[in-house]
């Protein structure tokens, strides 16, 4: 019988109960490792999407997996989100585990009545009795040249929907350990990632790693502000912050990891400690998840603040296809820098 799912697990210590040994690898292969140990763990598990097969998928995230695994759990499909998703919710409500990968963030539309009537709906409508275990990964964000249709950033969208959790990890480390904590949830989770970070290097525990959905990582300590950021810009908000603090500025970056749930002690602790906020996304500003998230540090710690909590987001336009114009509607460092002054004054 495949192993009990245990959404609880820690990651798992090496010998004498020391972290287990990393070593260097592109996100992309951290999550084709966390996807090949789920395999190898629970045969309940199956990926489905197109050209994930021979091909590997649109970023070889899926590189090698038919050749282990066979086809009958990597299943390639017809050009069709509504149909991929559709399939996928079948599936977990009849026992299976998938992980749906969809070529781009911007094509979710294509399924969404999948995503937000079946997938988030099922397992409140029928008291709990059923259940839809399901990941879908898919990649957004700008940066490559692949213009308006190719480069959106969509989480708010999924972030408004009841019954779905929400994860956009910034590492390769965060990358296996969320995407393992995300295949073992009996939730349906969105699992966003960056184009632009899957040629992104980091240390990776060997084995198993699991980072707990809902756990906000501390990326930078800092005393002057706290700079809440996710996907991409945690990136770009680490080397912001080195250029602060050659100006004296100590600023602390928050990667929330998981949107929903939400780690809120984290970031509340955090403001209480800098009483200041910067909130920084590339998707656009208005309606972003930046709002949720100073909102919520405005109602539970408006006295701890000593100015307004800032956002800082992309501007209300499609993304250009030009590399210049497309840079410009996106934070950058320098975008960062320069909010981080004016914040702290």
Known sequence: MPPKTDTTAEPTPGAGGHSPPTREMFYSEALN??????????????????????????????????????????????ISEIGIVGAAVGAALTGLRPIVELMYVDFSGLAMDQVVNQAAQNRFMFGGQARVPMVLRTQGGSGRGNAAQHSKSLEAWFAHVA??????PATPADAKGLLTAAIRDDNPVIFLEHKLLYRTKGAVPEGEHVVPLGQADIKREGT??????????????????????ELGIAA??????????????????????????????EAIKRAGYGAEIAAMIAEEAFD??????????????????????EKSVVPQVEDIVAAAKELVG
Do not use: C, N
């Not at 701890?304 to 210049?324: N, S």
């Open 224 to 245: 002057d502000l706290t700079i809440v950021t996710w996907s991409r810009e945690v990136l770009f908000a680490l080397e912001a912050a080195g250029r602060l603090a």
């Open 163 to 168: 019954g779905l959790k929400l994860v956009m």
């Open 252 to 281: 602390e970056v928050v990667d929330v990891r998981t949107l929903v749930p939400l780690d809120k002690g984290a970031l509340l602790a955090s403001v209480r400690k800098t009483h200041r906020l910067l909130v920084v996304h």
């Open 33 to 78: 490792e966390a996807l090949r140990l789920e395999m190898e763990r629970d045969e309940r598990v199956i990926v489905i999407g197109e050209d994930i097969a021979e091909h590997g998928g649109a970023f070889q995230v899926t590189a090698g997996l038919l050749d282990r695994f066979g086809p009958t759990r990597i299943r390639q499909t017809p």
């Open 304 to 325: 701890e603040l000593d100015a307004p909590p800032k956002r800082l987001a992309g501007l209300d336009t499609p993304i250009p296809y030009a590399q210049h114009l």
